[in-house]
């Protein structure tokens, strides 16, 4: 085993986003690129010396090379133990329970998530603290200015790792352990959810469809949901793992999901239908005939968790992300539970969870999660709605449509501009910006502004504060328009539109005829469409 320091001219456009670290491949294979980051979090991280890091991603292409770097680094920088999932696969959500569950002092999660893999697609890391949640801002700024003046990094090239056979080696001062990326978090899903339940919901004839999109949840759902609970080996599509997800854009929505949204509407349509991004946080639920928005699903989730064995205790509270529909608020104001508000991005939501002030959590952009780990966990809600179906005897457009009836639909829409110049996206937010603060007392599209502001946060746990979150224009609870600029894209800047209208008069509307006025509201108000250049929104979700 030999040591060695390789000198390193530091790299200045390291800056973590929403989510860690997110590049083109090319640019992340530039010699020295990575190393230069994880040598960054070694130097940020001493808890890390002596102690257990996990080490897993999505499988996207390069994921086991730079894996075999990150060990080899690992090794040269003093951690006593690595734990790696076999073939380098570990979802997000198992990546921080593992973090969790064995005691490690934190964790490489190597992941673009969402965005597409393959030579031309992008790559991403994020470091994951003990506890299992995501680096707090605070963290990931300073390893953001130690990845700009760093000078040298020290890596053990004779470390060698074989991922594909479980066991441990010791080498030199590291042990090596590569484990099952399924067991653990299986085992922990049999302790939140009903599986007998489930397994007997599904004897009786009810199905649940899964669409891997041929990422990280592949192997996952298989053990549980077919070896574990006797869903159909037919029902769980793509669940082969590829290195380029089979050249699609592993993302559930309406448009990347469209096989799934096509059978779900179909005549043969299974009891629940869902599906999950690259790296297993995300989720889409469907219903036979119906679209179950993630804004939704939080609330639905939030008012039946308590069916769940893990759960029996109901929820204390909820958190939303500032662009997610305000469904959940209703739920929790008439169970008398508190309901946060944070900005985009799972990490602000681990110190509530820390703390015990919510159970449930969930983002706009396909995210839900709870108490169990630190991360968004799409297979997690897919059980939780199997488990919350098969407990209630009732159907999911049934519960569905009783939630609307109670407190109403919000109907919401994302709007995206992607690859944008900077100075265009920028620009568009300036002048909104600038603006804000003659829009409230205005009346658009017939609605009242109420308040127009710029989303700033102070956490309630440790007093930090994020500014710059986002804008929102609202219209009381009736309605919302919000503009943000991405944090996870690498090509160009990214604008999000978010449309957010409730209406308790009419509740089967088409979802984008529902918001076509508050659309046409957002276009005189910020010109989108004139000042990008683009007729329309390259997505819509
Ligand atoms: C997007 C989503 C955000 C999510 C983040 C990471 O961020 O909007 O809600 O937390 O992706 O998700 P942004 O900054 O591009 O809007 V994942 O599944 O890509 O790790
Ligand atoms: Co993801």
């Avoid at 999660?109 to 893999?117: G, I, K, Q």
Wanted: charged share 20%; proline share 5%.
């Amino acid at each position: 085993m030999t040591t060695q320091e390789i000198p390193v001219t530091a790299f200045s456009d390291q800056r973590p986003g929403t989510a860690g670290l997110r590049k083109k491949v090319a640019l992340m294979q530039q010699p020295h690129y990575l190393a230069n980051f994880v040598q960054s979090i070694f130097d940020c991280a001493p808890e890390l010396r002596g102690n257990t890091l996990i080490i897993g991603g999505d499988g996207r292409y390069w994921n086991r090379d730079a894996i075999t770097t990150c060990v080899q680094m690992a090794a040269a920088n003093g951690i006593s133990r690595v734990l790696i999932g076999q073939g380098g696969l570990l979802s997000t959500p198992a990546a921080s329970n593992l973090i969790r569950q064995r005691g490690a002092a934190g964790g490489l999660v190597l992941t673009a998530s969402h965005n597409p893999a393959g030579p031309d697609g992008d790559f991403g890391i994020k470091y994951n603290i003990a506890g299992g949640g995501q680096a707090p801002e605070a963290l990931t700024e300073r390893i953001f200015e130690t990845s700009k003046a760093l000078t040298r990094y020290r890596i053990d090239p004779d470390v060698q790792v074989d991922l594909d056979r479980v066991g441990t080696s010791q080498q030199g001062t590291l042990a090596i352990e590569v484990i099952d990326s399924v067991d653990d978090y299986a085992a922990q899903m049999a302790t939140l959810f009903d599986f007998e339940r489930i397994r007997a919901w599904l004897r009786q004839g009810h199905r649940v469809r899964f669409d891997a999109l041929h990422a990280v949840t592949g192997p996952y759902a298989r053990r549980i949901l077919v070896e574990q609970l006797g869903a159909a080996e037919s029902d769980i599509v793509n669940a082969e793992p590829l290195e380029d997800f089979g050249g699609g854009h592993p993302d559930p929505n309406l448009i990347y999901a469209a096989d799934l949204v096509a059978a779900m509407n179909g005549p043969d349509a299974a009891d629940l239908g869902a599906a999950s991004d690259g790296d297993g946080d995300r989720n889409m639920i469907l219903g036979p005939g119906v679209f179950v928005s993630p804004g939704d699903s939080l609330a639905m989730l939030a008012d039946n968790l308590h069916l769940c064995p893990g759960y029996a205790d109901g929820v204390v509270g909820i958190a939303r992300s500032m662009p997610t529909c305000r469904a959940a608020d209703h739920v929790a104001r008439r169970r008398g539970i508190a309901i946060h508000e944070t900005p985009t991005g799972w990490k602000f939501f681990c110190n509530l969870l820390d703390a015990g002030h919510i159970t449930v959590c969930g983002e706009e952009s396909f995210g839900t999660g709870s108490t169990h780990v630190r991360e968004k966990d799409g297979l997690w809600a897919v059980l939780a709605w199997a488990n919350i179906l098969a407990a209630s005897g009732r159907s999911l457009p049934e519960i569905a449509t009783a939630h609307w009836q109670r407190c109403g639909r919000h109907y919401f829409q994302r709007h995206d501009y992607e690859g944008l110049p900077a100075e265009t996206a920028d620009g568009i937010v300036e002048d909104l910006r600038a603006r804000l603060p003659t829009l409230v007392g205005q009346t658009l599209g017939g609605l009242g502004v109420t308040a127009a502001d710029d989303f700033a946060y102070t956490d309630p746990i440790d007093g930090s504060r994020a500014t710059g979150q986002g804008l929102r224009v609202v219209m009381g609870d009736a309605a919302r328009i919000v503009l943000r600029k991405s944090g996870t894209g690498t090509d160009g800047a990214t604008l999000r539109l978010y449309l957010e209208h409730w209406r308790q008069d009419a509740l089967d509307l088409d979802p984008a005829a529902a918001l076509a006025p508050l659309a046409a509201v957002a276009d005189t108000l910020i010109d989108l469409r004139q000042r990008t250049g683009r007729a329309k929104p390259d997505v819509v979700t």
